[in-house]
C-alpha cells in the first residue's frame, strides 16, 4: 500500500431541504484515503454513507440545501470544477461507482458489452471496436465469460449483473472506485466470491476502494482502514486491524459486539434506542442517548482526537487517556475479539 494521499476529504457538508426541514446527512466530514488504500465506511441505515458517495460523486439530487468543504483527488480540489468540468474530467475516469442493485443501473435493451464500453467511447472518444476490447478485457479481470458480451442484463445472475457493474466501473482505469453495498442482495457464496474479485482487482491494478456497507463481517474481507458514520458524522477511524479487535468509540464497540463469533461463548448483543433524525440532530454527543458510558460532558459536541496512524475517535472518554475503553466490559485495553 502507497504512503502516497490519493483523497483527502475536509469540512465536507451535504445538508437537504425537505418539506419538515433540512436534513443534515454528511455534517463536517473529515477523512483521507491513500493509493492502492481500500477503506470501509460503517454504519446503520439512514446515517449518511450513500449521501456521502454522492457527494464525491457529485450525483445530487435537486434539494441539496447546502454542498461545501474540500474534495481534493491527487491534489485537485475538485469541488473547485464547475458541474460539466466535473463530468467530464472526473466522474467514471477518476472517479466510479459501483451502486447496490447492480440491475437498476443496467439498461435492460442494451447488451451488457455495450454499457460497459460505452463511458470509453463517451470520456475518452474511443472507437467502439476498441472500446468492445477494453470492456473484453474488464470482464477478463471480474471473471465474466467473454461471451457474455452479447447478453442482456436480465438474462444474468445477481453475481454477474454485479461484475458486471464492477467491470463499467473498472474500464476506465480510474483512481478510485466508490461500492455502494456492492454485496447486500446477493447470497453469501456470491458475496465471498465478489469480495475476492474486489481482492485481486486492489492487488493486480493497484486500485483504491472506499466501501459503503452496514455488513461488518463482508467488509472485514477487503478493508485497509475503517471509518464509522453515526448520525452523519464520522466517529472513529481506524486501521481494520485494531478496528476489528479493539474499537474504541462506544458506537463501533456496539456494532463489533452485535455480530456473532464462532469462537467465543458470548451471545451477540444489540445496540439499545434508535438513532437521532437528521432532521433535527441534538446537540453534544449524537450517540449520548444510546451510550452506556454517557457522562456530564456529553452534553456537548466532542472533537475528534487524534492517534497514532491516522486514528481517529469523536468521543469525551478519550479526553485524557489515549488507552481503548471498553464500555461494554468495563476497564481499557480489552480486545473485544
Request: glycine share 6%.
Amino acid at each position: 500500500m502507497s504512503n502516497q494521499t490519493l483523497l483527502q476529504i475536509n469540512n465536507l457538508v451535504l445538508y437537504f431541504r425537505t418539506t419538515l426541514g433540512v436534513v443534515q446527512a454528511v455534517d463536517h466530514v473529515d477523512l483521507e484515503l491513500k493509493r492502492n488504500e481500500a477503506m470501509v465506511i460503517l454504519g446503520e441505515s439512514g446515517c449518511g454513507k450513500t449521501s456521502l458517495a454522492r457527494a464525491l460523486l457529485r450525483l445530487l439530487p435537486r434539494n441539496v440545501d447546502t454542498f461545501d468543504g474540500s474534495i481534493r483527488l491527487n491534489g485537485q480540489d475538485v469541488m473547485q470544477l464547475s458541474d460539466e468540468e466535473f463530468r467530464q474530467n472526473v466522474r467514471w475516469l477518476r472517479i466510479s461507482f459501483v451502486p447496490q442493485a447492480a440491475m437498476n443501473a443496467l439498461n435492460p435493451v442494451l447488451r451488457v458489452g455495450d454499457q460497459v464500453a460505452e463511458p470509453l467511447i463517451e470520456h475518452l472518444n474511443i472507437e467502439r471496436e476498441e472500446a468492445i476490447a477494453r470492456a473484453h478485457e474488464a470482464f477478463r479481470n471480474v471473471g465474466v465469460p467473454a461471451d457474455f458480451l452479447n447478453r442482456y442484463a436480465f438474462e444474468l445472475s445477481g453475481g454477474m449483473r454485479q461484475r458486471v457493474a464492477i467491470a463499467m466501473a473498472l474500464v476506465t482505469g480510474p483512481d478510485l472506485i466508490i461500492l455502494d453495498e456492492p454485496t447486500s442482495a446477493l447470497d453469501v457464496l456470491t458475496q465471498a466470491n465478489i469480495m475476492n474479485v474486489l481482492k485481486r482487482i486492489k492487488q493486480d491494478l493497484d486500485t483504491s476502494f472506499i466501501l459503503i456497507t452496514h455488513d461488518i463481517a463482508t467488509s472485514s474481507e477487503l478493508a485497509d482502514r475503517v471509518a464509522v458514520m453515526y448520525a452523519g458524522q464520522i466517529v472513529e477511524v481506524s486501521d481494520a486491524r485494531h478496528f476489528f479487535t479493539m474499537p474504541r468509540h462506544p458506537y463501533a464497540q456496539g456494532l463489533m459486539a452485535s455480530v456473532p463469533r464462532l469462537r467465543e461463548k458470548q451471545e451477540p448483543t444489540f445496540i439499545p434506542g434508535q438513532p437521532p433524525s437528521l432532521l433535527n440532530p441534538p446537540g453534544g454527543c449524537r450517540f449520548a442517548d444510546r451510550c452506556p458510558a454517557r457522562f456530564e460532558r456529553c452534553d456537548t459536541d466532542p472533537p475528534l482526537y487524534t492517534f497514532s496512524d491516522r486514528h481517529m475517535v469523536r468521543c469525551w472518554l478519550y479526553e485524557s487517556t489515549t488507552q481503548p475503553v471498553d464500555v461494554l466490559r468495563g476497564g481499557t485495553d480489552q480486545p473485544l475479539s
